[in-house]
């Protein structure tokens, strides 16, 4: 027997909440995603054509290819009742619901959805999305026991029809029938020009959506348009890991939920020097304390993408925002280091606890409301001690990258080949190691940079007078340019250096064609390459 379902909804309410924000594929399989946790399903499948987009040109009109992506989990499910109560009511909210509440049934969680619209988010990729569910108590048809099964389809282009009357979608024809096991299952069809990434992109993407690790939870993706057999087919998506850089993670510890308290009593600070430094997991905001649980460090290596790029904030486990540096304005010191290593993971499940300061996209805080300005004055010191705190390491990492990089020992070697220039190679390491302390995190992948400041430490080897000045200017926090400045001017070594370095090599040139002007079997060739090399 198939039920008929209404869905009461106007054309504004998608609009807004599908058509506009959701534009990515990856968000809106994380909006799936988040309701078959709060289903207390135990597994998530997401099946999807990767690293494709899912539409293409045909006769220079952008036509959907004949694809789907399912999102099917081992959840609760919904039987046609509920899911008419619960799924075709826009706006919602389940937390406030007596039937479904704040925490799931079986395994407890804090449940992610808040505003009943995150089932609108498929319409901001496609225009079809099928759901078939198998949900709510055991019951029996003809001696035979299971779950019954809503199965309806939603078309966005009725759904967007400009009528007064309910929206009745399309009913399945599974629809009414039982299944022995409840379970839902999302398909989109119809697509828009959207990229689903690669099975290790969507991956990272939905591993930076989810900030919980826990038992009875796993989300499996499966590349359709790769054979089963293919190793590429099948991943589980793992925990979003970064390296970071010793000695710079600043933590904070406190229990979950992370819900405002009476006082800050339970919630530390923990620094990798043992000091706290009027550092604190929280603040207050009028008598109460707002506590932020997690860490911020600095990344061992600059952001390969934006997925990376700071520091990102959850409430109940769900992805909020992302942050580099809690909106200080430009121009402090270690801006650069802090934009391009800056890294961490907060969570603050106050966020939505009385008042909503998440945007519906999940793309940032509102970060104007009172909460989210003291969260945002508390963040900016964090960024602005883990500054300090990066100073240090951040410029060894680059030294060590430069020293690499530019090949410095074997390039010292040659230069210096001699027994006796024992002193000259460890001069030139030096200078070399100074010069790369000084460098930016992205100078020292600069091939041309990087070879001007090898040429630079094997021209000023030979000045090991300058020992000291050196490692003064490398205690400072100064440029490259301005530490060879500085030895210059002190020194009014510029002209010398480089004079004698260009005669150092004519002479080479000079004894070079002596040799080969003296051998018998030279060949015109060589002569002439030797001639263009030294023109003069
Ligand atoms: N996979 C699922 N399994 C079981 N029930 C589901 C599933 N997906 C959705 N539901 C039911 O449909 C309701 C509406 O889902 P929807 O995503 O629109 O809102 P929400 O998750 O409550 O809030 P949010 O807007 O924050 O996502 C859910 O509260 C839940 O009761
Ligand atoms: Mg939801």
Redesign the pocket.
């Known amino acids: 027997m198939k039920q008929s379902y209404k869905m009461r909804i106007n054309r504004m309410t998608v609009d807004k909440l599908g058509v506009k924000l959701y534009d990515r594929a990856y968000a809106v399989i994380a909006?799936?995603i988040?309701?078959?946790y709060?289903?207390d399903?135990e597994i998530v499948t997401v099946r999807a054509p990767m690293g494709q987009y899912l539409a293409s040109k045909v006769g220079g009109k952008l036509q959907s290819k004949a694809v789907s992506i399912e999102v099917e989990?081992n959840?609760?499910?919904?039987c046609p009742e509920?899911l008419q109560a619960?799924?075709l009511v826009?706006g919602?909210?389940?937390r406030r619901d007596p039937r479904?509440g704040d925490l799931s049934k079986k395994h407890g969680r804090k449940?992610?959805?808040?505003?009943?619209?995150?089932?609108?988010a498929p319409f901001g990729v496609c225009r079809v999305v099928e759901i078939i569910?198998a949900?709510g108590g055991k019951t029996s048809d003809n001696e035979q026991e299971g779950y019954r099964v809503a199965h309806v389809i939603l078309n966005k282009e009725y759904i967007l029809e400009d009528s007064e009357e309910d929206y009745e979608p399309e009913v399945g024809n599974l629809d009414g029938t039982l299944s022995e096991e409840t379970y839902?299952k999302?398909i989109l069809r119809d697509f828009d020009y959207r990229y689903v990434g690669t099975i290790d992109e969507l991956g990272r993407q939905l591993s930076q959506r989810f900030g919980l690790s826990s038992e009875n939870w796993r989300i499996v993706l499966e590349d359709t348009s790769k054979a089963v057999s293919h190793p590429e087919h099948r991943k589980d998506v793992g925990n979003f890991d970064v390296s970071i850089m010793p000695g710079t993670k600043i933590e904070f510890k406190g229990q979950h939920p992370t819900i405002s308290q009476s006082s800050s009593s339970g919630y530390v600070v923990e620094k990798p020097d043992g000091t706290t430094n009027g550092l604190t997991s929280g603040f207050e905001v009028e008598n109460k304390f707002y506590p932020v649980v997690g860490w911020i460090a600095y990344a061992k290596e600059a952001y390969k993408d934006e997925l990376m790029a700071g520091v990102r904030i959850y409430c109940r486990g769900k992805f909020a925002a992302q942050t580099t540096v809690f909106n200080r304005a430009s121009g402090f010191t270690g801006e650069f280091g802090i934009r391009s290593y800056i890294i961490g993971m907060l969570h603050a499940d106050w966020l939505d606890e009385e008042e909503d300061l998440i945007q519906t996209d999940r793309r940032d805080i509102l970060w104007s409301h009172e909460l989210g300005a003291a969260f945002q004055k508390w963040g900016q010191k964090i960024v602005e001690h883990i500054g300090k705190l990066a100073r240090n390491p951040m410029r060894q990492t680059t030294m060590d990258i430069f020293l690499k990089e530019g090949n410095v020992e074997e390039r010292v070697k040659q230069e210096f080949p001699g027994k006796d220039q024992k002193d000259l190679r460890d001069g030139a390491i030096e200078v070399a190691k100074m010069l790369g302390k000084s460098m930016r995190g992205d100078e020292v992948y600069d091939q041309q940079m990087c070879e001007d400041m090898v040429q630079l430490s094997l021209m000023l080897a030979p000045l090991r007078t300058l020992d000291e000045k050196l490692r003064e200017a490398g205690d400072e926090n100064a440029t490259p340019l301005s530490v060879v400045n500085d030895i210059l001017r002190t020194a009014k070594l510029a002209e010398t250096a480089t004079f004698g370095r260009a005669v150092q090599k004519r002479i080479q040139i000079i004894r070079r064609l002596e040799r080969l002007k003296d051998s018998k079997d030279t060949p015109e060739s060589e002569l002439q390459k030797l001639i263009e090399e030294a023109p003069w």
């Open positions: 909006e799936l988040s309701n078959s709060d289903a399903a989990d959840g609760v499910g919904m509920e619960f799924y826009v919602s909210e389940r479904r449940v992610m959805g808040r505003k009943g619209v995150g089932k609108l569910s949900g839902t999302v």
